[in-house]
């Protein structure tokens, strides 16, 4: 039996590595805020009740956020109960969180990408990544973000990251400036990236970030705007599987 090709170091299977989501899909979580704190709460409490053996979960996906005063015996009801776990960091990770995560079946951290990172951020993704997936946020706003400052700072982290996860933040009416209007669409009361500049973004970080193993998932404002960016992958696609043909023929 073939083994299935997938993302490995210096992609030697030659993966085309893109997967594509859409705002509303990455949205599917539960929050954890002070507003609704007590209510979670409740919920791990009664799982807690009926847990025997085994701690019982649910199928929820909770999103917790680095805080400065964190509620910790609400995070460590939620690491025990939760069904999947998102933990969002702008900086290092708490090494007892990470080790909470280590427990969790399904869980990940997601850092905030920096423009530098110190040794002990290095060694902190390093320790995460043998605990739990780790996803870093890559947000992109066009012209305004060097695309390939991205790669001079994620390039210390390369083959401890999962998932590089590329968002493209829609704009307001007050943020909008003549140089932004190339690029943006307006709709739904906001200005939005057009497909052709996403794709093009993932065009530019395509190769570097598959040889350094790390899964790319573009973030699509709707269901249209991925249909538009599929339509690109699979034309580009097919002239990637065409040029890895040793009958190939460049030009065909």
């Excluded at 039996?1 to 893109?18: C, E, H, Q, S």
């Excluded at 997601?110 to 890559?138: F, G, P, R, W």
């Excluded at 043909?245 to 030009?251: H, I, K, R, T």
Aim: charged share 30%; aromatic share 12%.
């Amino acid at each position: 039996m073939a083994r299935k090709k997938g993302l490995n170091v210096y992609n030697t299977d030659r993966t085309f590595n893109i997967n594509l989501t859409t705002k509303q899909d990455e949205s599917k979580f539960v929050k954890v805020t002070r507003l609704n704190e007590k209510e979670i709460e409740r919920e791990m409490d009664k799982l807690k009740e009926e847990s025997t053996r085994f701690s019982k979960r649910n199928d929820k996906i909770y999103l917790l956020f680095k805080q400065r005063y964190p509620n910790d015996t609400l995070h460590s009801k939620i690491f025990n109960h939760g069904g999947s776990i998102k933990y969002y960091s702008d900086g290092r990770v708490p090494i007892p969180v990470i080790n909470q995560l280590a427990g969790v079946p399904q869980s990940e951290v997601i850092y905030q990408c920096k423009k530098e990172y110190t040794a002990e951020d290095v060694m902190n993704v390093h320790l995460a990544s043998m605990a739990t997936s780790v996803v870093v946020d890559v947000p992109i706003v066009l012209p305004d973000i060097n695309i390939y400052d991205y790669l001079f700072s994620l390039h210390p982290l390369r083959y401890h990251v999962d998932k590089v996860r590329i968002s493209f933040p829609a704009l307001k009416e007050d943020e909008i400036q003549e140089r932004h209007k190339k690029y943006y669409l307006f709709y739904n009361g906001m200005y939005h990236l057009k497909a052709k500049y996403k794709y093009q973004c993932f065009c530019h970080l395509q190769e570097p970030l598959s040889t350094w193993k790390m899964n790319i998932w573009l973030v699509c404002d709707s269901k249209k705007d991925k249909q538009m960016v599929e339509d690109m992958v699979l034309n580009d696609n097919k002239r990637f599987r065409r040029m890895e043909s040793p009958f190939a023929v460049e030009g065909e």
